[in-house]
């Protein structure tokens, strides 16, 4: 794990990239650190992954819902104040949005399996 010194970041100043899903769009605000990415996320209305994401991440919903989808069929809503904390590999996922969402998603390498702090 990495050590990082006191630092802010201003959101508004952090450009935003599309990524197109199945449908739908997603717009990344995204902060890198050595072994960490954080990101403000934000879904279209209708959207859908186009990717079953095996990648740990802990993801706080802030505004609107979406439902985080499970390769297995099952599925949770998740609404503002709701998070879901997954390590790498561990379940495939894959998220939608009937209305749009706005989320903080948080991951790195302390999410790996064979991470020692976990």
Known sequence: M????YQTIDWEQV???EHPGEKGTSFWQTVQLEGLRMRIVEYSP???ADH??????IVHCLEGGFV???ESGEEFSM???MSYVVSDKLSS???LSENGVKLLIIDGDFLKP???TI
């Open 93 to 95: 996922h894959r998220s």
């Open 52 to 57: 079953w994401c095996e990648k740990g991440h």
């Open 46 to 48: 209708g959207y859908l």
């Open 114 to 116: 064979d991470n020692p």
């Open 79 to 81: 609404k503002p104040g």
């Open 2 to 5: 990495s050590n990082f010194i």
């Open 68 to 70: 985080s989808e499970l």
């Open 15 to 17: 450009p935003k990239t």
